[in-house]
């Protein structure tokens, strides 16, 4: 088992590796130059051509991802010229491993950024997660047990509209009446746990996580109650009922048992696609998390904080199927990792 | 008290849009302790059908179930859900045909026969196991104490009917009906596992009802033989006489679509032709009527205009015949056994 650890872990990184290499050569392939948003509008070329030395553009592409990938490893000091490091010292930034990039726009680090963002946007897919499982798996299942009753027919009806209504409608929605013309509730603002406590921190994450959870939860209604209904109609099931268990143990523990197996899988990758932020959500309540940042970063065509998301986005989604493959040894016994 | 069991006018309907699917149409047998009953039929013949409706498995379903199920003069269709709940695996059980996908696949085999177990009996985990334990022993599982908590898929084929067979015999039921109990398994488990059925039967004085579509299982293990198409009884009646003189061209057919180890190699085998009805709107006239070779013999058209009714056969008391023939013991010595 250990074995196969090591090597999905490896195959992970290069995996990762290589997602930045894309990721670069996207980039450079656009023909937006960085150099000149920097520089502004009243800029020379010489100016220009300055401020691409100075930011690292004027290396080829392959030698610019050599840099970013040593500064994941050692750390990386910036700005990117030596010579510009040698000429005011005192301007030099030092970013530790795992250095995700520097952004000039900001004058912070990509770690920096990230490290103020991703805390609202982790918190925001956890409340999200909680929040779909929970009414998935419970609509799910009642929906599979009262199989082609009025109350299945309308929990199916409503996944219908919950998937068929755009997030960003929903969330202004929310905004428009809940918060601004019924005032049944504040207007959502994102506060830390240091700043205002617990209460204040979950209860600001209330609607943008029903907002961010609903799509999900309408699919994992259905996905729930298909699991159900083929587990109730298995061989073991047939048995369950003839050895005289009563019906609500051959429903939870053996129905269950094999039907919510694979929404582990399923829970597993969506979470971790939260992970690299929740853009819509994010952008239509202000919230700062990386989904924010990463719409503005775009805006700006500050490209090292986008190439520093993607890399985490993408590692939180090799790093979740990993421990979804793991996980799967413990939770099905016929699964043997090797 | 009368018999054992009694099975009156049993008929089992299902509604679909097509119309209704008369699985089992007004069957009726009897079964005594200690003696085995073969079912024998094609595939949707109705024979698995009708031992469900005696465990009660199409309660909570659609399907339509009539006449009298008399277990020692209980009438088990007029129990109650959980009356009849209570009755299953305890006083009827059920050997299932796929032991891989009849028992739980997350589950060890030890936890799903203990649970058989305890739901019947208001007994300790640890007393259960050893119940368990002493059941697999029975039924011949080497190292029993260690292979408890092993599961289903580190089983052999031919373990996981030993492991089935001692999940239904755990609560000493009076019948237990197995269900095609060696069709998945190799020729020589097969013999094993009848062997050990016929062993624990002698042991414990079950009344078995066997279902199978293979002739060889039923001269191995039957006392009767109720041979059903269409959902109904064809011949019924001692195995011995019926093997070597049935009077339905059915039963002619059965027998000579088996393969016979000392007959000429060069010799076919005369498979029946044609495939069974459907049980949707089955039109008048004896349903085996398109696909007997017979029917030239009955005069008239008889065959495709009346059904035949259950009458008293030849050969002893209680054997049953449906069919027009008049002389069909001469018809089969001269025509199909010769």
Same mark, same amino acid.
């Given at each position: 088992?250990?074995?196969?650890?090591?090597?999905?872990?490896?195959?992970g990184?290069?995996?990762?590796?290589?997602?930045?290499?894309?990721?670069?050569?996207?980039?450079?392939?656009?023909?937006?130059?960085?150099?000149?948003f920097?520089?502004?509008?009243?800029?020379?070329?010489?100016?220009?051509?300055?401020a691409?030395?100075a930011?690292?553009?004027?290396k080829?592409?392959?030698?610019?991802?050599?840099?970013?990938?040593?500064?994941?490893?050692?750390?990386?000091d910036f700005?990117?010229?030596?010579?510009?490091?040698?000429?005011?010292?005192?301007?030099?930034?030092?970013?530790?491993?795992?250095?995700?990039?520097?952004?000039?726009?900001?004058?912070?680090?990509?770690?920096?950024?990230?490290?103020?963002?991703?805390?609202?946007?982790?918190?925001?897919?956890?409340?999200?997660?909680?929040?779909?499982?929970?009414?998935?798996?419970?609509f799910?299942?009642? *929906?599979?047990i +009262?199989?082609?009753? %009025?109350?299945?027919? #309308?929990i199916?009806? !409503? =996944?219908?509209? $919950?998937? @068929?209504?755009?997030?960003?409608?929903?969330?202004?929605?929310?905004?428009?009446?809940?918060?601004v013309?019924?005032?049944i509730?504040?207007?959502?603002?994102y506060?830390?746990i240091?700043?205002?406590g617990?209460?204040?921190?979950?209860?600001?994450?209330?609607?943008?996580?029903?907002?961010?959870?609903?799509?999900?939860?309408?699919s994992?209604?259905?996905?729930?109650?298909?699991f159900?209904?083929?587990?109730?109609s298995?061989?073991?099931?047939?048995?369950?009922?003839?050895?005289?268990l009563?019906?609500?143990?051959?429903?939870?523990?053996?129905?269950?048992?094999?039907?919510?197996?694979?929404?582990?899988?399923?829970?597993?990758?969506d979470?971790a696609?939260?992970l690299?932020g *929740?853009?819509? +959500?994010?952008?239509? %309540?202000?919230?700062? #998390?990386?989904?924010l !940042? =990463?719409?503005? $970063?775009n @805006?700006?065509?500050?490209?090292?904080?986008?190439?520093?998301?993607?890399?985490?986005?993408?590692?939180?989604?090799?790093i979740?199927n990993?421990?979804?493959?793991?996980?799967?040894?413990f939770?099905?016994?016929?699964?043997?990792?090797? | 008290m009368?018999?054992?069991?009694?099975?009156?006018?049993?008929?089992v309907h299902?509604?679909?849009?097509?119309?209704?699917?008369?699985?089992t149409?007004?069957?009726?047998f009897e079964?005594?302790?200690?003696?085995?009953?073969?079912i024998?039929?094609?595939?949707?013949?109705?024979?698995s059908?009708?031992?469900?409706?005696?465990?009660?498995?199409?309660?909570?379903?659609?399907?339509q179930?009539?006449?009298?199920?008399?277990?020692?003069?209980?009438?088990l269709l007029?129990?109650?859900?959980?009356?009849?709940?209570?009755?299953?695996?305890?006083?009827?059980?059920?050997?299932?045909?796929?032991?891989?996908?009849?028992?739980?696949?997350?589950?060890?085999?030890?936890?799903?026969?203990?649970?058989?177990?305890?739901?019947?009996?208001n007994?300790?985990?640890?007393?259960a196991?050893?119940?368990?334990?002493?059941?697999?022993?029975?039924?011949?599982?080497?190292?029993?104490?260690?292979?408890?908590?092993?599961?289903?898929?580190?089983?052999?084929?031919?373990?996981?009917?030993?492991a089935m067979?001692?999940m239904?015999?755990i609560?000493?039921?009076?019948?237990?009906i197995?269900?095609?109990?060696?069709t998945?398994?190799?020729?020589?488990?097969?013999?094993?596992?009848?062997?050990?059925?016929?062993?624990?039967?002698?042991e414990?004085?079950t009344a078995?009802i066997?279902?199978?579509?293979?002739?060889?299982?039923?001269?191995?293990?039957?006392?009767?033989?109720l041979?059903?198409y269409?959902?109904r009884?064809?011949?019924?009646?001692?195995?011995?006489?019926?093997?070597?003189?049935p009077?339905?061209?059915?039963?002619?057919?059965?027998l000579?679509?088996?393969?016979d180890?000392?007959?000429?190699?060069?010799?076919?085998?005369?498979?029946?032709?044609?495939?069974?009805?459907?049980?949707?709107?089955?039109?008048?006239?004896?349903?085996?009527s398109?696909?007997?070779?017979?029917?030239?013999?009955?005069?008239?058209?008889?065959?495709?205009?009346a059904?035949?009714?259950?009458?008293?056969?030849?050969?002893?008391?209680?054997?049953?015949?449906?069919?027009?023939?008049?002389?069909?013991?001469?018809?089969?010595?001269?025509?199909v056994?010769?």
């Amino acid at each position: 088992m250990w074995a196969y650890i090591v090597r999905r872990c490896v195959m992970g990184l290069i995996l990762v590796m290589a997602v930045t290499l894309i990721t670069f050569v996207l980039f450079f392939a656009s023909p937006i130059d960085p150099a000149r948003f920097a520089c502004g509008k009243n800029c020379s070329e010489e100016q220009r051509d300055q401020a691409r030395k100075a930011l690292g553009y004027d290396k080829p592409v392959y030698e610019q991802w050599t840099l970013f990938m040593g500064g994941l490893v050692k750390g990386r000091d910036f700005p990117a010229d030596p010579e510009l490091r040698k000429a005011a010292p005192e301007l030099v930034t030092h970013c530790p491993a795992p250095c995700l990039g520097y952004s000039h726009l900001n004058a912070k680090s990509v770690n920096d950024l990230v490290k103020e963002a991703a805390p609202v946007t982790v918190s925001l897919a956890i409340v999200a997660l909680v929040m779909w499982l929970v009414g998935g798996i419970l609509f799910g299942i009642l *929906a599979a047990i +009262t199989k082609g009753s %009025f109350l299945d027919r #309308g929990i199916v009806g !409503l =996944t219908l509209i $919950a998937y @068929a209504f755009p997030t960003f409608f929903i969330a202004v929605f929310f905004l428009k009446y809940l918060a601004v013309k019924w005032q049944i509730i504040d207007y959502p603002a994102y506060t830390t746990i240091s700043e205002g406590g617990v209460w204040a921190w979950f209860t600001n994450l209330l609607v943008p996580g029903f907002t961010l959870a609903l799509v999900f939860m309408a699919s994992y209604v259905r996905m729930t109650r298909a699991f159900v209904l083929e587990s109730m109609s298995e061989d073991y099931i047939r048995t369950a009922k003839a050895k005289g268990l009563p019906q609500r143990k051959v429903l939870f523990k053996h129905g269950l048992r094999a039907a919510l197996t694979p929404l582990v899988t399923m829970a597993g990758l969506d979470f971790a696609t939260l992970l690299g932020g *929740a853009i819509i +959500t994010e952008s239509v %309540f202000t919230y700062p #998390g990386l989904g924010l !940042l =990463t719409v503005q $970063a775009n @805006a700006a065509s500050d490209l090292p904080t986008i190439i520093g998301v993607v890399v985490l986005a993408a590692a939180a989604v090799v790093i979740a199927n990993i421990v979804v493959d793991i996980s799967y040894a413990f939770i099905d016994p016929r699964v043997r990792l090797g | 008290m009368d018999k054992f069991l009694v099975v009156d006018d049993l008929k089992v309907h299902f509604p679909t849009v097509d119309g209704v699917v008369k699985a089992t149409d007004g069957l009726s047998f009897e079964l005594e302790r200690g003696k085995t009953l073969g079912i024998v039929g094609e595939s949707g013949s109705g024979k698995s059908v009708s031992s469900s409706a005696i465990l009660g498995l199409h309660r909570g379903t659609n399907a339509q179930v009539s006449g009298r199920i008399l277990l020692e003069d209980v009438d088990l269709l007029t129990l109650t859900n959980e009356e009849m709940r209570q009755r299953r695996g305890r006083d009827v059980s059920m050997i299932f045909q796929d032991p891989l996908s009849a028992l739980h696949p997350y589950y060890t085999v030890g936890n799903q026969i203990a649970e058989a177990y305890l739901v019947h009996h208001n007994v300790s985990k640890k007393a259960a196991r050893k119940r368990v334990v002493e059941m697999l022993d029975l039924v011949g599982i080497p190292q029993p104490d260690r292979r408890v908590d092993d599961y289903p898929h580190q089983f052999s084929g031919g373990m996981r009917q030993r492991a089935m067979i001692a999940m239904a015999l755990i609560n000493d039921p009076t019948l237990v009906i197995a269900d095609e109990p060696t069709t998945a398994l190799d020729v020589t488990v097969q013999a094993q596992i009848l062997d050990l059925l016929q062993t624990l039967q002698r042991e414990f004085n079950t009344a078995v009802i066997i279902i199978t579509h293979d002739l060889g299982v039923v001269a191995e293990m039957a006392d009767d033989v109720l041979v059903m198409y269409a959902g109904r009884a064809v011949e019924y009646g001692a195995a011995k006489e019926i093997l070597t003189h049935p009077e339905m061209p059915y039963t002619w057919g059965l027998l000579s679509s088996v393969p016979d180890l000392m007959a000429d190699p060069t010799e076919k085998l005369v498979p029946i032709p044609g495939a069974p009805p459907s049980l949707v709107n089955l039109p008048p006239g004896c349903p085996f009527s398109p696909r007997c070779r017979h029917k030239d013999k009955v005069p008239g058209d008889l065959c495709t205009t009346a059904l035949p009714e259950l009458t008293p056969g030849t050969r002893g008391e209680g054997h049953l015949k449906r069919c027009h023939l008049a002389n069909p013991d001469e018809i089969y010595h001269e025509e199909v056994a010769s």
